[in-house]
């Protein structure tokens, strides 16, 4: 029984942890985020939570806190919606871009891991999607 009121209070102690972030403190995060963003942080294939919360300087549990509660999501989604963002912006911008240039220039380790997030989110290629947007 003790192990099952530990498990509780540890589960009592987490959802406390994913609800104290501050409204404010949501911003300064989110506003961290836009500019590694804006900045193109994403662009580097090395880049993984220890990294980025160093680059942010906000402590890897606190960003993580923040990713789950505020996001609902987790890092590697986040990172991955981002660079398909970028990616897709890309092709709009630079229609005579190939797709090696732009995985490469979004940050993705691989071309055939932008044409599975392609066919994840938009169920068709990436090749497919430039031709159904122009």
């Not at 398909?84 to 220039?105: R, T, V």
């Amino acid at each position: 029984m003790e192990s099952s009121d530990g498990q509780n209070a540890e589960s009592a102690d987490s959802k406390e942890n994913l609800q104290s972030i501050s409204q404010e403190r949501q911003a300064a995060i989110k506003e961290k985020l836009d500019k590694w963003c804006a900045d193109l942080g994403y662009k580097d294939t090395s880049v993984n939570m220890f990294t980025l919360s160093r680059s942010l300087n906000i402590s890897k549990n606190e960003l993580s806190r923040y990713f789950t509660s505020c996001l609902n999501s987790t890092f590697r989604i986040w990172l991955a919606e981002v660079r398909f963002e970028a990616a897709k912006k890309m092709m709009l911008d630079y229609p005579d871009y190939n797709n090696d240039i732009i995985s490469a220039e979004c940050g993705f380790s691989s071309r055939s891991y932008l044409y599975r997030i392609f066919k994840e989110k938009e169920g068709c290629s990436p090749t497919v999607w430039r031709a159904k947007i122009q």
